[in-house]
């Protein structure tokens, strides 16, 4: 829930996350290494660690950003290919007391609970990072 003082029947106050299987989280391990191969992430990205909440705007991702984003800094195409397949691959569900939704797709954001999420996510940020760095300095 988005908010816990507010009503659990909702659907605003919902936000999906991503329950991985064990061969998701090792294919999601796979496409990490592979970016953190090649990406090397802005010092000034200091906040945006392990243990995020995800109100913090990673629900607003555009995805065909991210995906120039990828290319844009040199992440090999066999990865970028792999995420984004994997993303158009992946469906959510949510989940009310014992109740579930239908299987939906989602086109924005990047995958709540993915242990990539804070990689796409400061790839995502970091030429907004690099702009507010030029204007300053």
């Known amino acids: 829930m988005k908010d816990s ?3 659990n029947k909702d659907l605003g106050n919902k936000r999906p996350v991503a329950i991985s299987d064990a061969f998701s989280y090792i ?4 496409l990490l290494d592979g970016i953190e191969a090649t990406y090397i992430e802005n010092k ?3 906040g ?3 243990n995020l909440h995800p109100s913090k705007g990673f629900d607003q991702v555009i995805r065909t950003n991210l995906w120039v984003k990828l290319i844009d800094k040199g992440i090999h195409p066999a990865i970028i290919i792999a995420t984004i397949n994997y993303y158009y691959q992946s469906f ?3 989940q009310n007391g014992t109740e579930y939704s239908d299987l939906f797709k989602t086109t924005l954001g990047v995958l ?3 242990i990539i999420l804070s990689k796409l996510f400061s ?3 970091d030429d907004l990072i690099t702009q ?3 204007i300053y300095s």
């Open 112 to 114: 709540q609970g993915a």
């Open 48 to 50: 945006l660690k392990k």
């Open 132 to 134: 507010i760095k030029t």
């Open 44 to 46: 000034e990205q200091f």
């Open 27 to 30: 294919f999601e391990a796979v």
């Open 5 to 7: 003082k507010k009503s």
């Open 92 to 94: 959510m569900l949510i």
């Open 123 to 125: 790839i995502y940020k």
